[in-house]
C-alpha cells in the first residue's frame, strides 16, 4: 500500500525525533553524514525551518500514522549575495529501515519533485555518501537525466527535471571522471 505523504510541519518536533531515533547507527550516518546518535537541536530546527517555497519537508506515513520517510529540499541561493531565486535545490532522503527498497524513498522523491516543479525548480542535487547505493540507484532509474560527480568525502548526484537539458561542459566532465 501506498505510503500517505504530506508536508511536514514546523512544530512537529516530536514526529522527527521519532522517526530519526528509530532509523539504524547505519541509516544515520547514510542520511546525516555523522554517527549521530539524536538529532542536535540545530538540525531538528534547520530541517523543521520550512516555508512551502524555498525550504519544503515530506512526511510519508504507515497507515497507524508512524512516519515511515523524511524528504527534505532547501533551494540553493543563486549567488554570494544571498539571492534565494535559483531554480536549483539540494535534496535528502531517509527511509525507516523496515520500509527500505519497497518504495517509499522512490514516492518521497516523486511528491518532492512535483512541489519543486511548482515552485521553479528544475535541478535537484544531492549530496551522497559513496556507498549509499540506494541513493545512486534511485536518482539513475529515477529521472531522465542524472549525472554523477564525486567531490571531497561525497558524490554529488543531479537530476535535470522536465526542461532542465542545459547541460554545462563541466557537467559532463565531471559525470565522466566519476
Given amino acids: 500500500m501506498e505510503p500517505l505523504i504530506r508536508p511536514l510541519r514546523r512544530h512537529e518536533t516530536d514526529l522527527l525525533d521519532d522517526f530519526v531515533g528509530r532509523l539504524s547507527p547505519h541509516s544515520r550516518y ?21 516555508d512551502e517555497q524555498d525550504r519544503i519537508a515530506l ?26 531565486s ?6 535528502a532522503v531517509a527511509v525507516a529501515d523496515e520500509r527500505q ?19 521553479g525548480i528544475d535541478r535537484l542535487v544531492a549530496r551522497v555518501l559513496p556507498g549509499n547505493t540506494a541513493a545512486r540507484e534511485l536518482f539513475r532509474t529515477g529521472f531522465a537525466v542524472s549525472l554523477a560527480r564525486r567531490d ?26 566519476a
Fill in 30 to 50: 547514510l542520511r546525516f553524514h555523522s554517527p549521530i546518535p539524536s538529532l542536535p537541536s540545530v538540525v531538528r530546527r534547520a530541517l523543521l525551518d520550512v
Fill in 152 to 177: 571531497r568525502d561525497a558524490v554529488i548526484l543531479t537530476a535535470l527535471l522536465d526542461g532542465a537539458y542545459q547541460i554545462t561542459a563541466d557537467d559532463v566532465l565531471d559525470d565522466l571522471v
Fill in 101 to 119: 527498497r519497497r518504495g517509499v524513498g522512490r514516492a518521497l522523491v516523486a511528491a518532492l519533485t512535483g512541489r519543486a516543479r511548482a515552485v
Fill in 59 to 84: 512526511v510519508a506515513e504507515a497507515d497507524d500514522g508512524t512516519a515511515i520517510g523524511v524528504a527534505h529540499m532547501i533551494r540553493t541561493p543563486r549567488s554570494r549575495e544571498g539571492s534565494v
Fill in 86 to 91: 535559483s531554480s536549483e535545490a539540494e535534496i
